[in-house]
């Protein structure tokens, strides 16, 4: 192995660069053309890629350092062959400028060869009818084909001189290609994903007469030039501050065409979903494989710029609240916008514990997944409560609180064993029922720390007073945070009751995979006709909510008249 060491390269044209960025650690294995580190002009950001495969050793330079050509920056070590056909070792006494350098070309102190360039641009407008214009792909510095990223302008778009039509991007740059002209887009015939190459039309203009001729004028006087320069011309990349004012030359100077600029320091700002994105080609690869938006993604760069990093940690974010991406948003549901609520007053923020994360997650998925639909009725529970009330020296006796919910939980297993549909779940895919021949319902406890729901298993072949034991049990275990992962497991149906607390009726959300849950309020005295007479009664409110998918209409007002059935007399259960 060799220790290679990487200069800076050539930065056409510029004379010190900021570094910008240094994305890897020491021992990091680097391929060849992979980003060593980043630098920034003030009109361009470029990577510096690996002129070979190798092991990264270390960085020779600080981020925000100031840097110039040939100042040694990064140390590979690469295998001696490698070494032979890349950059100099840290041996060797010349250090030489490494193979792959971008070249990324500024032209504010443009060379003898840069002043030709514009002259073959003469060709990149052509007049096609009097008013029009097609403007092409400057020259972009090699006869590589480059990538259309971005599509700046929409057909019938007013354009100033200056703007943005297409972005390209090479591996190595990114380029704006501005309009030379102001005027109206009539066709743009490239699209994202064509490869384009010195020369290629970009998009049909129409612009004032005026300006059109001024541009044959320059044009007529360019392809002059061109062909008493042809020999001196070159393929140089025109990130020119080449005027394109320049048109308006003095009498007797040669004019210059209308030069087209690919600014590769504008390029590495992207407009998407209407936000300024700031980053580099790398960062911009990446976040293309990875299928980020880089407009969401929020850079904690120089500037604001993003760095790999920071989409890398945007991922993991994602990923590891893939249960939970957003409050809002997604699947194209318009997110709900983030308030700073301080400025209405004081303030302060309580991070979710894992219960009501997963709380959040499940009711999220479920209201979102299952077409609800609520039907309501109330229970006759006065026979029901004489009979619970007169059990009270028993329940002393025995040790156990009887409630209304054991017989809610006995009755709701009747339920579902009499009304099938009630308790199947839709499979995965959507194609089949998945039918239960077991009845275990889940029991929805109020915790301090949130809402957990423990399953009692096989309620059909238990009575009222094992139901209510467990009831117990479980409740107390759900509010000291003891319940086992397989006592929340495995529910067909869910009760939930706030019987307890108050309220006349709400409409409870299914905890899909089940099809169904009853909301349970509180009881209370009402008239009630009973075809003579108001007689007092007390009444028990009951919403069922159901997953329309897999239960109808007709299902739930079967479901529900039977439930009441089974809660009016409790004979019923005893069947
Ligand atoms: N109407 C009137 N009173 C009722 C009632 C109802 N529907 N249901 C229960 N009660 C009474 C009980 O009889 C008991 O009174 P007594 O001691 O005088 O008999 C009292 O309310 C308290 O009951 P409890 O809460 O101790 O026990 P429970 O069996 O009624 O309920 C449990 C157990 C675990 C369901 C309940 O404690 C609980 O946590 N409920 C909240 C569920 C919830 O949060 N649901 C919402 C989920 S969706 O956000």
């Given amino acids: 192995m060799t220790i290679q060491t990487i200069v800076v390269p050539d930065l056409g044209g510029a004379e010190t660069v900021e570094v910008i960025e240094l994305g890897l650690n020491p021992g990091d294995q680097v391929e060849l053309e992979d980003s ?33 050509v040939g100042d040694p920056i990064a140390e590979i070590e690469v295998s001696g062959e490698a070494a032979g056909s890349g950059a100099e070792s840290a041996d060797s006494e010349e250090v030489e400028q490494i193979a792959h350098a971008p070249v990324v070309e500024s032209s504010e102190d443009n060379s003898a060869e840069q002043q030709a360039a514009p002259q073959s641009e003469s060709e990149q407008i052509v007049a096609s009818q009097s008013s029009q214009l097609m403007v092409k792909v400057p020259d972009i510095g090699s006869d590589e084909k480059v990538e259309v990223i971005e599509i700046s302008v929409a057909v019938g778009d007013y354009v100033n001189e200056g703007d943005t039509l297409v972005v390209l991007e090479s591996d ?7 309009s030379t002209h102001s005027g109206k887009v009539l066709k743009i015939v490239v699209a994202e994903g064509d490869k384009l190459a010195t020369g290629d039309d970009v998009a049909l203009f129409e612009v004032e007469s005026a300006e059109v001729s001024a541009d044959a004028a320059a044009e007529e006087t360019a392809a002059h030039s061109v062909a008493k320069t042809e020999s001196t011309s070159v393929a140089a990349p025109v990130v020119a501050e080449s005027n394109a004012n320049s048109i308006q030359a003095a009498p007797g100077q040669p004019a210059q065409p209308p030069s087209i600029k690919p600014s590769v320091a504008s390029a590495a700002t992207e407009k998407s979903a209407g936000a300024e994105v700031y980053a580099g080609p790398a960062v911009r690869l990446i976040a293309r494989e990875l299928g980020v938006e880089l407009s969401q993604v929020t850079g904690s760069g120089p500037r604001g710029r993003i760095l790999k990093d920071d989409v890398n940690n945007f991922v993991k974010q994602v990923m590891q609240n893939k249960a939970v991406p957003e409050v809002t948003g997604g699947s194209g549901i318009p997110p709900v916008p983030a308030v700073d609520f301080s400025q209405f007053g004081e303030i302060e923020e309580i991070a979710l514990n894992k219960i009501q994360k997963l709380t959040a997650a499940n009711m999220q998925r479920n209201w979102l997944n299952v077409p609800h639909v609520t039907q309501f009725d109330d229970a006759d529970i006065t026979e029901l409560e004489a009979f619970r009330k007169g059990l009270k020296a028993e329940c002393e006796k025995r040790g156990v609180k009887v409630t209304p919910v054991a017989f809610l939980i006995k009755a709701i297993g009747a339920a579902l064993q009499a009304n099938p549909e009630f308790n199947r779940s839709l499979s995965a895919d959507g194609q ?20 957990v729901v423990p399953v009692i298993k096989d309620v059909n072949e238990k ?5 209510s034991a467990e009831i117990s049990e479980l409740a107390a275990k759900a509010r000291d945070g003891k319940l086992k992962p397989a006592e929340m497991q495995g529910g067909c149906f869910t009760l939930s009751s706030l019987g307890a607390i108050g309220g006349n009726g709400f409409t409870p959300i299914v905890n899909s995979p089940e099809v169904g849950i009853l909301g349970v309020s509180k009881s209370q005295m009402k008239p009630v006709w009973d075809g003579a007479e108001f007689a007092p009664r007390l009444m028990l409110p009951l919403a ?6 897999v239960i109808n209409g007709g299902d739930a007002g079967r479901f529900m008249t039977y439930l009441v059935k089974l809660l009016s007399d409790i004979r019923y259960l005893a069947l």
Avoid: C
């Fill in 36 to 68: 060593l580190l980043v630098l920034e002009s003030d009109k361009a950001t470029m990577d510096v890629p690996s002129p070979a495969s190798g092991v990264f050793s270390k960085y020779l330079v600080a981020e925000g350092a100031t840097v110039k």
């Fill in 172 to 178: 190595k740059a990114t380029m704006d290609v501005p």
């Fill in 544 to 549: 069922l909510s159901y997953d329309h998918r």
């Fill in 432 to 451: 089949n029922f998945i039918q239960k021949h077991y009845y275990h319902v889940g029991m929805a406890v109020d915790t301090p720390r949130g809402l």
């Fill in 463 to 467: 009575g009222i007073w094992d139901i």
